[in-house]
């Protein structure tokens, strides 16, 4: 079993900054494809950012190169590095481990409890 602990999430004001971390103690990230989502409030959940085993990264449109999904293998850590932040970024995030697993034919999808950012003024 894969255990994602996020962190990093708090008040921040308009144009601000904050970056998320999420540590996977003992699971070796590197076979796994890494996301953030979020879910705001009355919304359904949404895929933010994806980093890939390659390292390949893909944004959501409304990111607008703002916010920097990065991975450290070593660490077993993901972060989302937040900049410019704006109100309707106000969302509890998800920290999200994804692999194929070929010897039960099947994906492995692993979920954190989620940390809150909520951007106001």
């Known amino acids: 079993q894969v255990q994602l602990v996020e962190s990093g999430g708090g008040l921040v004001q308009p144009g601000g900054s904050l970056r998320l971390s999420c540590v996977a103690p003992?699971?070796?990230?590197?076979?796994?494809?890494m996301s953030w989502y979020r879910q705001g409030p009355g919304k359904e959940r949404e895929l933010v950012a994806t980093?890939?085993?390659?390292?390949?990264?893909n944004y959501t449109d409304s990111i607008n190169g703002r916010f920097t999904i990065s991975r450290d293998n070593a660490k077993n850590t993901v972060y989302l590095q937040m900049n410019s932040l704006k109100p309707e970024d106000t969302a509890v995030y998800y920290c999200?481990?994804?692999?194929?697993?070929?010897?039960?034919?099947?994906?492995?999808?692993?979920w954190g409890k989620g940390t809150l950012v909520t951007v106001s003024s």
């Open positions: 003992g699971t070796i990230i590197s076979i796994f494809s």
């Open positions: 980093i890939t085993r390659g390292g390949n990264v």
């Open positions: 999200n481990a994804y692999r194929w697993d070929p010897l039960i034919r099947n994906v492995r999808d692993y």
